[in-house]
């Protein structure tokens, strides 16, 4: 969608579970610096980086300097996040986004200043405009903040504040509010099927995803974290404290509860911005005890996993096989061929296929199927491409078999099928 035009994305966004924020960035970061993998990647890659640069601001500006270090370095060394450095997808820069907005309701904290709350604004407005879970990451900011200023709430002062400063947010979402509610009701009704309901399994999943897929880093972090939490009545700001941990748990919790009762939207994904508040409580635990022979021999064991996930990560291919689906392609069809792609996918074999005399569409050929189970008027030749995880109401393969002959090839996460009519 970002190689279309402006109007073109914000007009068809809608169509998606996401905001056309994304997708407008993206659009202008190509038509700067090309159209290139490298290039369209390159903008999740940059956030990563930054990200990295904004938990060690955050975690000096909360604790001290060490602290700050370890934290920086578990987020660099993150699977979770190296993996979504790679994607042409707004995660990484959600991330960077939500740990910058957190930074600056820090500074709220300790200084509730005008100018603090400006930069907490321009900050967050992208935030909840580049994933719908921004405005997950909005309300669990504003649990903190009413757990925080409870026993002062009335309408004058800082917590009066903080409501104006909600309020400037709303105002902000308001053009975009009546289509994000028609996107929850398509997806509530069925019509874009795009998350299942999570289970106790789906949250501790989204933290073992935060911990490398290791239980053993994810014990350390928790127990590290746990240790973060002593002697917390001794500092300046006990309440960022407290902050770090609703900002880990909130998010997940928020998105749980929604899914159960109104409709699924759980997406571990979407929670990448929650991961940088486990890596500062597990860095600041880490700097907390007292030898440093053990600290030291304790940070080299999480790196230690955190470098096996990545030997295990970089070696092999995780990503579906598009463009290599489209090489075979260009490679072995004729002219005029169909090439049925299952729906919502066409758009990422068209970025690699490079002949233009082809036909893409899978309407002629699944809806038939799948409607009445009878067999259309096919053409002689003609691809089927789906993604192996693909929930089909019908498979060609299964019903044109007597028919056909069926030629298939292997590809990572794909599956590619030519059919040749038997004469």
Known sequence: MALTQPLHIINNAGTDVHSPAFYLVEHYWIKGLGQSDYSIRLLSVFSSVLTVAVTFALSKRIFRADTATVAALLVAASEFHLRLAQEARPYALLSLLT?????????????????????????????????PYGLIVVAAQNLFMFLQWRPKLSFSGWPARW?????????????????????LSRVRNGVLPYYALPTASSVLGTFLEFAN??????????????????????????????????WLVAPAAIAFLV??????????????????????????????????????????????????????????????????????????????????????????????????????????????????????????????????????????????GPQYFISKFDLTGLQLSLFERKQ
């Open 99 to 131: 740990v910058t907005s957190f930074l600056f309701l820090a500074e709220l904290v300790r200084r509730p200043a005008g100018q603090t709350a400006g930069k907490y604004v321009l900050v967050t407005i992208p935030l909840i405009y580049i994933h």
């Open 163 to 183: 409501i104006s400063i909600q309020f400037a947010l709303l105002l902000a979402y308001s053009p975009w509010l009546a289509q994000f509610a028609i996107q």
């Open 213 to 246: 897929l290791s239980r053993y880093l994810l014990g350390i972090m928790i127990l590290l974290s746990i240790v973060a939490f002593g002697g917390i009545r001794t500092y300046k700001y006990p309440s960022l404290h407290a902050m770090l941990s609703i």
């Open 259 to 400: 899914s159960w009762l109104f409709t699924p939207i759980y997406d571990t994904r979407g929670l990448i911005g929650s991961s940088p508040a486990l890596y500062i409580l597990a860095a600041h635990g880490l700097c907390k005890l007292h030898s440093r022979y053990f600290q030291a021999g304790l940070l080299v064991i999480m790196l230690g996993f955190c470098g096996e996930a990545l030997w295990y990560y970089y070696p092999n291919v995780h990503k579906d096989d598009w463009r290599g689906a489209a090489g075979i392609i260009a490679a072995q069809a004729h002219q005029g061929d169909t090439l049925c792609v299952v729906e919502y996918y066409d758009d990422a074999l068209r970025f690699y296929l490079t002949r233009t005399d082809l036909i893409v569409g899978c309407k002629d050929i699944l809806e038939p199927l799948a409607q009445s189970g009878k067999l259309p008027a096919l053409p002689d030749r003609f691809w089927f491409l789906h993604q192996n995880n693909a929930a089909l109401n019908s498979n060609p393969r299964e019903q044109l």
